[in-house]
């Protein structure tokens, strides 16, 4: 059975998290340009920094949105092997989604995609590795747990 902590030490889980630190730290550039524009004499470059604050705040709340669905579905997990079969498409700033061919508990075959979390020099390290990976029919992606050491 998957629990908690499974979930938050996989793959999938802790790029996200990363990927919401760097969000904001680079959220400090418009929260910095708006307390140098107010005292600026052109009041419509206020508007810059704010679609920019909006922007960034949009990519995080939606990252964050995803870790909290998988942690709110952990009893539906299942744990399961698998591997990436191939590379989905490419996505803006360079990061892919990968499909993972695993067999779910009633030997089912699947094929599921993951999130956006890897850059295509990243995936060397896990191709053609057998992978755990958690399925849930609740989650329509497949969460990358680690990757299985032989």
């Known amino acids: 059975m998957v629990n908690e902590r499974d979930i938050k030490k996989s793959i999938t889980y802790t790029?996200?998290?990363?990927?919401?630190?760097?969000?904001a730290v680079i959220l400090i550039i418009p929260i910095a340009m708006l307390f140098t524009i107010t005292g600026s004499d052109e009041p419509t470059l206020i508007f810059v920094p704010i679609i920019f604050f909006t922007?960034?705040?949009?990519?995080?709340?939606?990252?964050a949105m995803e870790m909290k669905t998988m942690l709110k579905l952990t009893k539906t997990f299942e744990e399961c092997v698998g591997r990436i079969v191939s590379v989905s498409y490419g996505y803006s700033r360079g990061y892919t989604?990968?499909?993972?061919?695993?067999?779910?508990?009633?030997?089912?075959?699947h094929r599921l995609t993951s999130h956006n979390l890897f850059m295509i020099h990243e995936l060397a390290k896990y191709m053609e590795k057998d992978l755990i990976v958690y399925y849930s029919k609740e989650y329509p992606?497949?969460?990358?747990?680690?990757i299985i050491k032989d």
Do not use: P, Q
């Open 15 to 23: 790029t996200l998290k990363k990927f919401n630190y760097v969000y």
């Open 55 to 63: 922007f960034l705040g949009g990519l995080m709340i939606n990252r």
């Open 141 to 146: 992606k497949v969460v990358i747990g680690s």
């Open 97 to 109: 989604k990968v499909v993972i061919a695993f067999k779910d508990f009633m030997n089912e075959d």
